[in-house]
């Protein structure tokens, strides 16, 4: 089989949330601290390494993290705060490396493949970071190794605030005595099965014979067969492609009614928000789009903090679109597009919201995976929903 070795770094603002707010507040440097909804109904959304000593972890009720860590200091999040520092980040690294991805709001994939040629790979990389550390005061780590799964789990144990280059020949010695828990993709689930089979470290995973693992697990079995055995493909993808998700509807009759138009505008940010939920991705950017019956078109956008949730972008979508229709024309089409997406997940965002909030989103968006997007649908989104083909 042959392997293509590739130069592959992969950056991660440690504790992202948390370090945010300690530029703000240096009291909270070295304490116990949990970002999130501060009612005991609210989740977890960050938590300092102080706190995570006491079994803290995002996802987790707010309720059982007080009752782990009684002397944590609680903050509610600001995800308009982090957006900015994350885009702040994103613009450092667009002047320097070649092909970036941006896989989340707090960490990016560079493949600077080739750039040994010209320059030191460590010692470029070494100035990135230090470039990034000067210019937002945040702490960052990186793993620069072979491929894209080497360098995040590199990453992992250069933390926190460390580097760590991982050359080809080392790549199995560095992988072997790890857990399995350090492999991307593997959740719980996979995990338990896992160590049923008496599979603890990565080394005694990667000897597993590979047909047993696609036999036991399918697929997946043999993309975390490779991932043990230090083989990854999948390619930067360069945040400069156009990622977004859009809806449009052109209406079977020219129309004024701008009533029914924000109906039909919930119907369409109700359908491209699951599916992002359902992608795990977040938009950073709101667009809306006009077309009048002469067909003049226009659009307006907005920069938001990262989400993924109905109740956040049909405000905007609304406000956009009253903003954009000055012309007191007859409408012909309109449109909504979210850009600017990374992978993340969307309890990010919930920290003026409870459990019961993120419960619902979860809730309804199952019964949209089992019977369809439009089994669950705001009353608004329903009514006249038949005005647009």
């Not at 667009?94 to 960490?107: N, Q």
């Not at 780590?141 to 020949?169: M, Q, R």
């Not at 072997?176 to 008496?198: A, F, H, N, Q, V």
Request: with cysteine; net charge positive.
């Amino acid at each position: 089989m042959l392997i293509i070795s590739r130069n592959i770094v992969h950056l991660d603002l440690d504790t992202f949330f948390v370090s945010v707010e300690r530029l703000l507040r240096p009291d909270l440097v070295g304490k116990p601290v949990i970002i999130g909804g501060t009612s005991d109904r609210g989740v977890v959304a960050s938590c300092s390494y102080e706190a995570r000593k006491f079994g803290v972890h995002s996802a987790m009720p707010m309720k059982m993290a007080r009752a782990l860590c009684g002397d944590a200091i609680l903050v509610r999040g600001d995800m308009e705060l982090y957006s900015k520092y994350s885009h702040t980040v994103t613009e450092i690294i667009a002047e320097k490396a070649p092909v970036y991805e941006k896989a989340s709001i707090d960490e990016h994939y560079l493949d600077i493949t080739g750039m040994d040629r010209f320059f030191g790979l460590q010692k470029w990389s070494h100035e990135l970071r230090e470039n990034i550390i000067k210019n937002t005061g945040l702490p960052i780590s990186f793993g620069l190794s072979v491929n894209k799964t080497v360098s995040k789990i590199a990453t992992g144990e250069a933390k926190p605030n460390g580097e760590l280059f991982v050359g080809s020949d080392a790549v199995q010695p560095f992988l072997s005595p790890l857990s399995i828990r350090k492999i991307p993709g593997i959740g719980e689930k996979t995990y338990r099965l896992l160590r049923s089979m008496g599979v603890v470290t990565i080394d005694t995973l990667s000897h597993i014979p590979v047909n047993m693992m696609e036999q036991v697990m399918g697929k997946n079995g043999l993309v975390i067969w490779e991932k043990a055995n230090g083989i990854d493909r999948t390619p930067v993808y360069p945040y400069h492609e156009a990622k977004s998700v859009s809806t449009e509807n052109t209406f079977e009759q020219d129309s004024i009614d701008i009533i029914r138009m924000k109906e039909i505008l919930v119907k369409m940010v109700e359908k491209i928000s699951f599916e992002l939920r359902d992608k795990q991705k977040l938009t950073a950017c709101v667009t809306v789009k006009i077309r009048y019956s002469n067909f003049d078109t226009h659009t307006l956008q907005k920069q938001i903090p990262y989400t993924a949730f109905d109740h956040q972008l049909i405000p905007v979508v609304k406000e956009l679109f009253d903003r954009l229709y000055q012309r007191r024309m007859l409408i012909r089409l309109i449109g909504v597009r979210f850009s600017s997406l990374i992978s993340g997940n969307p309890q990010l965002n919930m920290f003026d919201d409870n459990v019961e909030m993120v419960n619902l989103y979860q809730a309804l968006d199952r019964i949209r995976r089992k019977y369809g997007q439009k089994s669950v649908r705001r009353g608004v989104a329903i009514k006249n929903s038949e005005m647009a083909k």
